[in-house]
């Protein structure tokens, strides 16, 4: 029997990713945003959805810059800790060990250790309530030459060990269990 539940118990999981803001390598900050996704493909544009009161929330709203950095299982513990504590008190490169690397088409930087980072321009800052959504054109993927397969060029993150996120908790992803398409794919005969 399914129950009633509160309403602020959203869609789950979720990526965990680290966002990197600000307008140099010097003058950065990241946090961690589990409120993120896709929105269109054509063009493509993504969202992240940030409380105002986060220390990054004015350095991308100043910049209408941010890049979306992919974390991984040995990000995990980096993850964390960069949802807890502010930017605003502690320099988080310096805390986590991550290495920011300067932008290729936005100012703010992406993360070295990451296996995909997107780098995206604010399009349209909508107040919702507890968060603000960040609209954003994508300018620019940056992927880990480890994560494309050198036959085919395929993109392959299922090898980069991706974590998400689910009411609290963090989780390593699973097996896959099928690609787009498989349910109806029709099944070759046998001669």
């Known amino acids: 029997m399914k129950q009633n539940w509160q309403p602020g118990t959203m869609i789950y999981p979720l990526p965990a990713v680290l966002v990197s803001c600000g307008d140099s390598v010097e003058n950065s900050n990241f946090l961690t945003v589990a409120w993120v996704g896709t929105v269109c493909t054509n063009p493509p544009m ?4 940030v409380r ?3 220390h990054s929330f004015e350095l991308i709203r100043k910049n209408m810059e941010f890049t979306i950095n992919l974390t991984t299982e040995a990000m995990a513990k980096a993850t964390d800790w960069a949802g807890v504590r502010s930017g605003g008190q502690y320099n988080k490169w310096k805390e986590t060990g991550l290495t920011p690397v300067e932008g290729v088409k936005v100012s703010a930087p992406f993360i070295a250790e990451s296996p995909l980072s997107i780098e995206c321009a604010v399009t349209e800052i ?9 609209l954003a054109r994508v300018l620019n993927v940056i992927v880990d030459d480890r994560y494309i397969d050198p036959v085919s060029g395929a993109l392959r ?3 980069a060990g991706l974590i998400n996120y689910s009411h609290g908790h963090y989780f390593a992803q699973g097996a896959e269990l099928g690609h787009f398409g498989w349910s109806v794919r029709k099944k070759s005969v046998k001669r």
């Open 52 to 54: 105002p009161e986060r």
């Open 46 to 49: 993504c969202y992240i959805s």
């Open 157 to 159: 993150l299922e090898d």
């Open 126 to 134: 909508l107040p919702l309530g507890s968060h603000s959504m960040f």
